[in-house]
């Protein structure tokens, strides 16, 4: 079986689903979106003298290489999202950058479409919003279909994101009304890709139990965690001192999903004498005006390179994940990779890699009263969260990204009628 993939998404789940085929014998091509690949030696030369001009190029493309499957399986197409670059670099605005990208979506899925009737490929695999005409096409062809469901159904987020903005006014801009009104027809369209595919992946229960409240048939469901990067060297955690100031760290879009404002409402509740410091990293989304209030001890630093990241992962002593909505939230597995013990909301898919009271916590989503509390109990026991960064290290040794290609690939063969190994 040869599969065809399509999605502008190239993130680490997608990369490990295509190594997973790969590593089956069973990818064929992969067309994604804009990433460090090129096929000319005109484009590949261009590419070498821009990074020796503008060397900060190399560090943000970076980003953008998949190092999971040979380059030579990877069709990149940079149409749509240079566009979209192009437009968040000039900072037009949010519409405009979501005008491009969802133009990205559909082109790709479109070219796909094409592409799938070839009789190289058996099957199709695509990613939700970015897979209806490709699914389409490849039933009509009588071919095989995998979407797979990075987010929870929407019924979920309707249930508990998109409330916040009538609770907390303020969070609301003309902008985020305009996109909760253009997630009606894109989550119409979900809801078509869920029901026309043969198997519907997701990474965590949270998600699949969304499916399955949403009406989505249980048993064409394939349920595999996501991956943890590689652990720190144990030694490494023994280097490290009890922390004299806790130092919170939040990971990721500081917006309304992630419930970044509920963070900073908890924060206030801390006592002022604790010394703590709280550091986001990410990209800011909710409004200047709630930024501005946030108050002492809080820094922003918005979006770093990996280093960077790494570096503010090593000085961490909690992790906080407060989010109202994820499917998974790789951000905690990077934690737990360093150690870091994690403060989540049972609404992030990763929480099921937390042990409570161990290598983390968990508290209620939106709640800002039990966030605030857990927060402050971290304050005044330094000595025991620094004891919690042994288990937070073996939770992230106990399931990587080699036991997700291997899981992904076993049940998804039998779901589609085949043999793992065929």
Same mark, same amino acid.
């Given at each position: 079986?040869?599969?065809?993939?399509?999605?502008? @998404?190239?993130?680490?789940?997608?990369?490990?689903?295509?190594?997973?085929?790969?590593?089956?014998?069973?990818?064929?091509?992969?067309?994604?979106?804009?990433?460090?690949?090129?096929?000319?030696?005109?484009?590949?030369?261009?590419?070498?003298?821009?990074?020796?001009?503008?060397?900060?190029?190399?560090?943000?493309?970076?980003?953008?290489?998949?190092?999971?499957?040979?380059?030579?399986?990877?069709?990149?197409?940079?149409?749509?999202?240079?566009?979209?670059?192009?437009?968040?670099?000039?900072?037009?605005?949010?519409?405009?950058?979501?005008?491009?990208?969802?133009?990205?979506?559909?082109?790709?899925?479109?070219?796909?479409?094409?592409?799938?009737?070839?009789?190289?490929?058996?099957?199709?695999?695509?990613?939700?919003?970015?897979?209806?005409?490709?699914?389409?096409?490849?039933?009509? @062809?009588?071919?095989?279909?995998?979407?797979?469901?990075?987010?929870?159904?929407?019924?979920?987020?309707?249930?508990? &994101?998109?409330?916040?903005?009538?609770?907390?006014?303020?969070?609301?801009?003309?902008?985020?009304?305009?996109?909760?009104?253009?997630?009606?027809?894109?989550?119409?369209?979900?809801?078509?890709?869920?029901?026309?595919?043969?198997?519907?992946?997701?990474?965590?229960?949270?998600?699949?139990?969304?499916?399955?409240?949403?009406?989505?048939?249980?048993?064409?469901?394939?349920?595999?965690?996501?991956?943890?990067?590689?652990?720190?060297?144990?030694?490494?955690?023994?280097?490290?001192?009890?922390?004299?100031?806790?130092?919170?760290?939040?990971?990721?879009?500081?917006?309304?999903?992630?419930?970044?404002?509920?963070?900073?409402?908890?924060?206030?509740?801390?006592?002022?004498?604790?010394?703590?410091?709280?550091?986001?990293?990410?990209?800011?989304?909710?409004?200047? @005006? &709630?930024?501005?209030?946030?108050? @002492?001890?809080?820094?922003?630093?918005?979006?770093?390179?990996?280093?960077?990241?790494?570096?503010?992962?090593?000085?961490?002593?909690?992790?906080?994940?407060?989010?109202?909505?994820?499917?998974?939230?790789?951000?905690?597995?990077?934690?737990?990779?360093?150690?870091?013990?994690?403060?989540?909301?049972?609404?992030?898919?990763?929480?099921?890699?937390?042990?409570?009271?161990?290598?983390?916590?968990?508290?209620?989503?939106?709640?800002?009263?039990?966030?605030?509390?857990?927060?402050?109990?971290?304050?005044?026991?330094?000595?025991?969260?620094?004891?919690?960064?042994?288990?937070?290290?073996?939770?992230?040794?106990?399931?990587?990204?080699?036991?997700?290609?291997?899981?992904?690939?076993?049940?998804?063969?039998?779901?589609?009628?085949?043999?793992?190994?065929?």
């Amino acid at each position: 079986m040869r599969f065809l993939v399509g999605t502008v @998404a190239h993130n680490q789940h997608v990369q490990n689903i295509v190594g997973a085929l790969h590593a089956a014998g069973a990818l064929g091509r992969f067309y994604t979106g804009g990433v460090d690949h090129w096929q000319s030696g005109l484009s590949r030369g261009v590419r070498e003298i821009a990074g020796q001009w503008i060397p900060q190029i190399n560090s943000r493309l970076a980003r953008r290489r998949i190092a999971t499957i040979p380059e030579e399986l990877i069709s990149a197409n940079w149409g749509w999202e240079g566009c979209r670059l192009i437009a968040k670099q000039a900072r037009v605005g949010p519409l405009v950058e979501d005008w491009f990208w969802e133009r990205s979506e559909h082109a790709l899925d479109r070219k796909c479409a094409e592409i799938v009737k070839d009789r190289r490929w058996d099957a199709f695999l695509g990613i939700e919003h970015g897979a209806l005409f490709s699914i389409q096409s490849a039933r009509a @062809a009588g071919k095989k279909t995998v979407v797979a469901f990075l987010s929870p159904h929407h019924k979920t987020r309707e249930q508990w &994101v998109d409330p916040q903005y009538d609770q907390f006014p303020e969070l609301s801009t003309p902008a985020t009304k305009r996109l909760m009104e253009l997630a009606k027809a894109r989550d119409a369209r979900r809801d078509q890709e869920g029901r026309l595919a043969d198997v519907v992946h997701c990474a965590s229960k949270f998600t699949r139990d969304s499916l399955i409240a949403a009406g989505m048939d249980p048993n064409k469901i394939m349920t595999v965690a996501l991956g943890c990067p590689p652990a720190v060297p144990r030694e490494q955690l023994s280097s490290r001192p009890v922390p004299r100031r806790m130092r919170f760290v939040y990971s990721g879009p500081v917006s309304v999903r992630k419930a970044a404002h509920i963070l900073l409402a908890s924060w206030k509740l801390l006592r002022i004498d604790s010394g703590a410091e709280l550091h986001f990293y990410g990209v800011v989304t909710i409004p200047k @005006a &709630v930024v501005d209030r946030a108050g @002492a001890g809080v820094f922003f630093h918005g979006s770093v390179g990996k280093a960077e990241m790494s570096q503010a992962y090593d000085d961490a002593s909690v992790l906080v994940f407060p989010t109202l909505l994820d499917g998974f939230g790789m951000v905690v597995p990077e934690a737990l990779a360093h150690g870091v013990p994690v403060i989540a909301t049972s609404n992030a898919g990763a929480a099921d890699l937390i042990t409570h009271g161990r290598s983390g916590f968990l508290v209620p989503p939106g709640d800002t009263a039990a966030l605030a509390e857990r927060m402050q109990w971290c304050v005044d026991h330094p000595a025991q969260v620094a004891e919690m960064r042994e288990e937070a290290l073996a939770a992230a040794q106990r399931w990587t990204w080699a036991d997700f290609r291997l899981s992904f690939r076993s049940q998804l063969f039998p779901l589609l009628g085949l043999s793992a190994a065929a």
